[in-house]
Each structure stands twice: as structure tokens, then as C-alpha cells.
């Protein structure tokens, strides 16, 4: 990777967050025959997950690149995604801050960025805002927050618990909230428990408690994204309590269940790599490896083990499986390359429109883009 190269993929990136909420009449017409169909309509919540995609991304760019990437942004481009994400969110906040879903949660990892590294008080109100709709919304009879009760039932989908697992452990870590913690820590051990396929160790895309079913099909790429990222987020978190010596990470679910959470997470691991295509990528479902290769799957999944491998939330014994991980993660960045055309990823699934509707279209996507540079911002 050279400068000209991820400088192009951050400039692309600003015009994705820039141009993400834009509708236009041919937007409004493609939204009528969908729903003539009934198919998913474009959701227009400003905070919504691919929003919050892209938002990680400039976000890891602007503030986290890793000492190898950093030399590659200059000081103006810095600048520039700093300028991009704090017009972006400024616009939400001012408008109320209204928090519609349980994924405008992954967008509060930029608020909780920007408050870090500005101390301005209303990127953190903007985090209390979505923190406490978490902590408010609907959920199951095990804390399992339910991914869209307006639909009238108790779907837990993997998207849900990875993103609010993200968002809950940073929260909490940075503000000292145990509560949120816990609550994060809660999101991925229920999915594991009752989210997960015995045979493959791979998830499903969601499950209902009540009625006994895990819904979906098996090791759908961004699935597995998700959840590797609540899970090193989660780690990485406990990992930063742990070495400041604050009280969160000994409260006594997370003593107890700390190795817990990083066993799953090596397991998963472990599972991925094994399905890690010949050319650096995984494909849209982790087992089709001679299918079509996703971007997004490629970049979330590996952009998760490469955190992971930067916060040093590991066993010894877990040596081995970060010199598995460090190559895995560099075949996927060179994957991820190859299929970057002047600074635009492509080759990125389209998005889901429900359980197990996933129609085969690839191309350019906010997803893809977001990941990737999120990624390519921490590879060492």
C-alpha cells in the first residue's frame, strides 16, 4: 500500500459519508417498486449502520492508524476526515439526536473518538444519548437486545449483538459505566449460546428465545464480521480495564466470564481462518469458498483480528493463533487492494434485505469502503 493509494481511499470515503443520505427522485422511485414487492426501502436515519461503517473508518484513519500507516497520511488529509466526521455528527446532534435503531450504535464509536480526542461535551452527550436508548430498548428475558421490536417479535440478530457489544465495552471503558459493560458481555455470550450452529461453530444470522429457533443461514460473511468485532472491542476493553486497574473489569460477571468470551472468540477465530479463500478474501458465506468473494465480510472479519492483535487481549498460549492471524490479516489487506480501483473498493455484497435474503450483487458499497479503511488505517 502506498500514499497515493489510501489517501485515495479516504477521499473516496468522505464523498460516500458526504453523499450517503442524498435522495434523489430515482431513489424515491426504485423505493416505490420495492415496496410493491415488499422488499427493504432505503432507511434515511442518519446514524444507520453504514453511516456508521464509514464513520469508523475516517475515524481510524484521522486519530488510530497503526505507526507503518500513519506516515503514509499527511497532516492535511488528517485534518480533512477530522473535518468530514465532525460535520457529519454535528449535523445529527443538532438536529435532536434521535436514536431510531439498534444500529445507530455503531456510530457512537466516532462520538466517544471525537470526545477522546477533542473533550468537546457534546460528542459525549451524543454518546449518553445512544448509550441510554441501549440500556432503555426493548430486550429478551436474558438481556438480549431485540433488533427490531417494531416488527413485533424477539429476532437477536448477529449484527445487533456485534455493534452494540462494540459500543457498550468502549462506552463503558471510557466513561466508567460496569452496567454497560456487563450489558455488552451479555450481547455475545446469549448469541453464542443460542445463536450458534454446534456442527460448524459458525452463527446463524439471528435467533428468537421464544419460540427456539436460530434463523438464517450459516456463516454468512458480515455475520461473522459482527460478531468479531463486539468480541475484540469487548477484549480489547476488558484488556485496557484490566491494565489501568479499574474496578469494571474484576465486577464478578466479567471475572467470571472474561476467559469465557476470549475461548469463543479464539474458537471463532480458528473457524474463520480455516475458510480464508486462496487469494486473500472470504466469500459472501464463509464455506462457499469458491463462490464470490465479499469485500465487507473480508474487511470487517480481519479488521476484528487485527484489533484484536493491537490491544494484546491474548493468552500465551494463544501464540500460535496470532502468527495464523498476522498472515491472515495481511493476505486479506493485499485482497482488498487488488479489488480497489482509484481509491472506490468494490466487489462488496449488496446489502440484506431480510433473514437469509441476501440477492448476489456486487459492486461499491459504503460497507466495503468503510471497512477496508478501517482496516487498512491499523494494519502494522
Not at 158 to 187: C, E, I
Not at 229 to 252: Q, V
Not at 338 to 359: F, M, P, W, Y
Request: net charge negative; hydrophobic share 40%; with cysteine.
Amino acid at each position: 500500500m502506498n500514499k497515493e493509494t489510501l489517501e485515495q481511499i479516504i477521499r473516496v470515503t468522505e464523498n460516500d459519508l458526504s453523499s450517503i443520505n442524498n435522495y434523489t427522485a430515482k431513489d424515491a422511485l426504485k423505493d416505490a417498486a420495492k415496496k410493491a414487492l415488499k422488499r427493504a426501502t432505503t432507511n434515511r436515519d442518519p446514524m444507520f449502520w453504514p453511516a456508521g461503517l464509514l464513520l469508523l473508518g475516517l475515524t481510524e484513519a484521522a486519530f488510530s492508524p497503526s505507526k507503518e500507516v500513519s506516515s503514509l497520511i499527511s497532516t492535511e488529509i488528517r485534518d480533512e476526515a477530522v473535518d468530514h466526521v465532525t460535520s457529519y455528527l454535528d449535523r445529527w446532534l443538532k438536529a435532536g439526536e434521535n436514536v431510531s435503531y439498534v444500529d445507530d450504535s455503531l456510530a457512537g464509536l466516532s462520538l466517544i473518538t471525537l470526545y477522546e480526542n477533542t473533550g468537546e461535551k457534546r460528542f459525549h452527550h451524543g454518546a449518553i444519548k445512544i448509550a441510554n436508548f441501549l440500556a432503555q430498548c426493548p430486550k429478551n428475558k436474558e438481556e438480549s437486545i431485540i433488533y427490531n421490536p417494531s416488527k413485533g417479535n424477539d429476532l437477536i440478530y448477529a449484527d445487533g449483538a456485534g455493534q452494540t457489544a462494540m459500543y457498550l465495552s468502549r462506552y463503558a471503558s471510557y466513561f466508567g459505566k460496569k452496567n454497560a459493560m456487563a450489558l455488552a458481555a451479555k450481547q455475545l455470550l446469549n448469541f453464542h449460546e443460542n445463536g450458534f450452529d454446534e456442527r460448524s461453530a459458525l452463527p446463524y444470522h439471528a435467533f428468537s428465545l421464544e419460540k427456539g429457533k436460530k434463523l438464517g443461514i450459516i456463516g454468512w460473511g458480515r455475520a461473522v464480521g459482527w460478531l468479531m468485532m463486539g468480541y475484540s472491542e469487548l477484549l480489547a476493553s476488558l484488556e485496557r480495564e484490566s491494565f489501568h486497574g479499574n474496578n469494571i473489569a474484576n465486577e464478578s460477571l466479567l471475572k467470571n466470564t472474561a476467559d469465557k468470551l476470549m475461548s469463543q472468540y479464539y474458537n471463532l477465530v480458528r473457524v474463520t481462518l480455516s475458510y480464508q479463500r486462496p487469494d486473500g478474501g472470504y466469500s459472501w458465506l464463509l464455506p462457499a469458498i469458491d463462490g464470490e468473494a465479499d469485500t465487507s465480510a473480508t474487511a470487517m472479519i480481519s479488521y476484528s483480528m487485527s484489533s484484536w492483535l493491537r490491544s494484546g487481549a491474548f493468552h500465551a498460549h494463544a501464540k500460535d493463533l496470532t502468527e495464523d492471524v498476522k498472515k491472515a490479516v495481511a493476505g486479506a489487506g493485499e485482497f482488498l487492494l487488488a479489488n480497489t480501483k482509484n481509491g472506490s473498493v468494490l466487489q462488496s455484497l449488496s446489502s440484506c434485505e431480510d433473514i437469509a435474503v441476501h440477492r448476489q450483487v456486487y459492486g461499491h458499497y459504503p460497507w466495503g469502503q468503510g471497512s477496508t479503511l478501517a482496516l487498512l488505517s491499523i494494519l502494522d
